[in-house]
Nanobody, 115 residues
Framework: QVQLVESGGGLVQPGGSLRLSCAASGTILSINVMGWYRQAPGKQRELVARIFSRGWTNYADSVKGRFTISRDNAKNTVYLQMNSLKPEDTAVYYC?????????WGQGTQVTVSS
């Protein structure tokens, strides 16, 4: 079994910053990719950013230049630094970990950008 524990969500004003963390524990076998997705009310879940085992990253166009994804392989943890937040970034953010044995999701953390 694999558990993903997310933290760092909350309420922030437009232009502010938040840092999300997601720590994986349990039976960890060769993590290929770690990423963040988000789902706003009435919308489909979408990729925000992901980072592969060798460090290659990709981002949604809407967050390029504002968000940065990173990972600590020793801690099986992925981070999402979110700067210059906008109201349209408001969503539930989900951590995702892809391993050889399968895909795993966190429980989600709410990010609300509002004045």
């Amino acid at each position: 079994q694999v558990q993903l524990v997310e933290s760092g969500g909350g309420l922030v004003q437009p232009g502010g910053s938040l840092r999300l963390s997601c720590a994986a524990s349990g039976t960890i076998l060769s993590i290929n990719v770690m990423g963040w997705y988000r789902q706003a009310p009435g919308k489909q879940r979408e990729l925000v950013a992901r980072i592969f085992s060798r460090g290659w990253t990709n981002y949604a166009d809407s967050v390029k230049g504002r968000f940065t994804i990173s990972r600590d392989n020793a801690k099986n943890t992925v981070y999402l630094q979110m700067n210059s937040l906008k109201p349209e970034d408001t969503a539930v953010y989900y951590c995702n970990v892809g391993m050889v044995v399968g895909d795993y999701w966190g429980q989600g953390t709410q990010v609300t950008v509002s004045s």
